[in-house]
Nanobody, 131 residues
Framework: QVQLVESGGGLVQPGGSLRLSCSAS????????IGWFRQAPGKEREVVSC?????????????YYVDSVKGRFTISRDNAANKVYLQMHSLKPEDTAVYYC???????????????????YGPGTQVTVSS
């Protein structure tokens, strides 16, 4: 059974850091592009970051970040653990949202495209940035 589960969210003060994890089961995550998304109350879900598959590129994956998180968030893959991470630094109140991971619906897609259909969203993890 294909499944993604997010973890690592919590309550953090502005300027703090969190590392979100996305654990995959039932398939090899290395074959798929991966995306991190977030949805704040009353807002639409938005893509935060995404990364290409790592079968042909190994550690040299292509990555994308929405402008609002550039320089603060880093996406990374751990193929051995079948996980993807989102390291978040300098968190701001506007980063408060439920964060989700999902995979590209097409295995081994060439290049990187964060605006395609992602599938198998996890249940999400709440990130709250507040003093």
């Amino acid at each position: 059974q294909v499944q993604l589960v997010e973890s690592g969210g919590g309550l953090v003060q502005p300027g703090g850091s969190l590392r979100l994890s996305c654990s995959a089961s039932g398939f090899n995550l290395s074959y798929y592009g991966i995306g991190w998304f977030r949805q704040a109350p009353g807002k639409e879900r938005e893509v935060v970051s995404c990364a290409s598959h790592s079968i042909s590129n190994g550690e040299n994956i292509n990555t994308y970040y929405v402008d609002s998180v550039k320089g603060r968030f880093t996406i990374s893959r751990d193929n051995a653990a079948n996980k993807v991470y989102l390291q978040m630094h300098s968190l701001k109140p506007e980063d408060t949202a439920v964060y989700y991971c999902a995979i590209d619906g097409l295995a081994l897609r060439p290049g990187l495209n964060c605006h395609i259909e992602f599938v198998h969203y996890g249940p999400g993890t709440q990130v709250t940035v507040s003093s």
